[in-house]
């Protein structure tokens, strides 16, 4: 290929200006963890697989959802942003916020980019999961692929009413404009959003309940998708703190009417895996669930997605902190996500965390300054002082390649 190419998954795209796939990232393709048996993204995965087949069957007893988790996750923007009503100048598009192969295709940062496809051809329930990618900080709880479980429920006047001819899912003449009204959208009857808005939460308390157990403490608070109207989080109390563990809401009827659906009603959700799992097994840090470390994998060998399971940590080995402070690059946008990728590109899984601790600008000439630093801990064995000297000297090597100016 030229070197103006990229190759990922077998294709090969042309790299333009808003290219940010780093190498690192894109090993990610491909690996299929959360499919791997036994892993324990696997395990939560089939857990709420089987909760929803037992949930919702028709009347010979056959699952009603379907699941999709074999979708390329390299989409256009149409499929991520454009059907699902994102508007053009949203933060969630922005380069410092997404893996762009280049201006029209991007690892997907949201498993809900399938959801306009899959309901154009005709699908009313589903499952999509697989693996999303987000650029962002670097912790024990980010990572820049993660995996979701997005579901869709589209009900049509008679499944939500029954025989009652006076009821109707839509009124206002069918319109679909936005009214910033967080009740409900213009064309939805109450009676048809109190229903579905009970369904959905329904479903969503069944399923913390099947996780956590009967007695899960949970909230729902009001927030905003361009996507869906209403729309909630839904969070879990576990361990003295409340956890966001996923999005929800009623859909955009515009979002149905544009796949060709024009007398159902959806509502839909997206959760995340990791987090759940994390709380589940008490994994303590995120980059466990890519490691090979049979210490780590024979935890979850040949369990059942019922099974408890608590991980035992295998022996933490120490950190090295080092400390990292640069001017940024004058020209062209430097956000911090850029450093973070820089340097998981060269540092891989040996950095546990990157804070940005200082943050100045020079009174005479204006240039901006960034203190960074580096947490670096292996998994699997001791890092000498060496070994992680060598490393921080070449990200040191990588900031002034990108532009910046080591102090
Ligand atoms: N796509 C949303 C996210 O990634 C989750 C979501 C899916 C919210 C579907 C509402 C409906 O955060």
């Known amino acids: 290929p030229k070197t103006n190419d990229i190759v990922l998954l077998n294709k090969s795209y042309l790299k333009d200006e808003y290219s940010n796939v780093t190498q690192k990232v894109s090993g990610f393709l491909g690996r299929n963890i959360f499919l791997q048996p036994s892993h324990p993204l696997s395990l939560v995965r089939q857990r709420i697989v089987n909760h929803f087949y037992k949930s919702f069957v028709t009347r010979r007893g056959n699952p009603v959802f379907s699941v999709h988790d074999n979708l390329q996750p390299i989409v256009n923007t149409t499929q991520n942003f454009d059907s699902l009503l994102i508007p053009e100048n949203h ?37 999509i999961i697989g693996d999303v990618y987000r650029r962002d900080e670097i912790d024990r709880t980010h990572y820049p692929v993660f995996h979701q479980v997005d579901a869709v429920r589209l009900l049509s006047r008679e499944q939500l009413f029954s025989k009652d001819d006076n009821l109707n899912i839509f009124e206002e003449g069918n319109n679909t404009a936005f009214t910033g009204n967080q009740e409900k959208q213009a064309c939805h009857s109450l009676e048809a959003v109190k229903l579905i808005e009970y369904e959905l939460k329904q479903t969503l308390h069944g399923l913390a309940k099947e996780l956590f157990g009967d007695h899960v403490k949970y909230r729902w608070v009001d927030t905003t998708f361009p996507f869906t109207q209403p729309s909630w989080e839904l969070e879990i109390y576990h361990v003295s703190e409340w956890i966001e563990v996923l999005g929800c809401g009623i859909m955009q009827q515009a979002i149905l009417n544009n796949a060709g659906v024009n007398n159902k009603i959806g509502w839909a959700f997206g959760l995340g895996l990791e987090r759940l799992a994390m709380c589940l097994y008490k994994i303590p840090d995120i980059r466990l669930f890519w490691s090979n470390d049979s210490g780590f994998l024979n935890q979850f060998k040949s369990k059942n997605p019922n099974d408890s399971i608590t991980y035992i940590p295998i022996s933490q080995y120490p950190q090295c902190k080092n400390d990292l402070s640069f001017w940024i690059p004058t020209t062209g946008h430097f956000s911090s996500n850029d450093f973070y990728d820089l340097a998981r590109n060269i540092a891989g899984d040996l950095i546990e965390q990157i804070q940005l601790i200082d943050e100045f600008t020079h009174p005479k000439n204006g240039k901006i300054s960034h203190c960074y630093r580096i947490t670096y801990r292996h998994m699997e064995k001791t890092l000498t002082q060496d070994e992680v000297n060598m490393i921080h000297k070449k990200i040191e090597e990588s900031v002034k390649e990108m532009g910046g100016t080591i102090r």
């Open 91 to 127: 933060p969630s598009r922005s380069k410092s916020d997404c893996y762009y192969i280049n201006k029209n295709y991007l690892l997907r940062a949201h498993m809900t980019a399938h959801q306009s496809e899959l309901i154009q051809s005709g699908l009313n329930n589903f499952l």
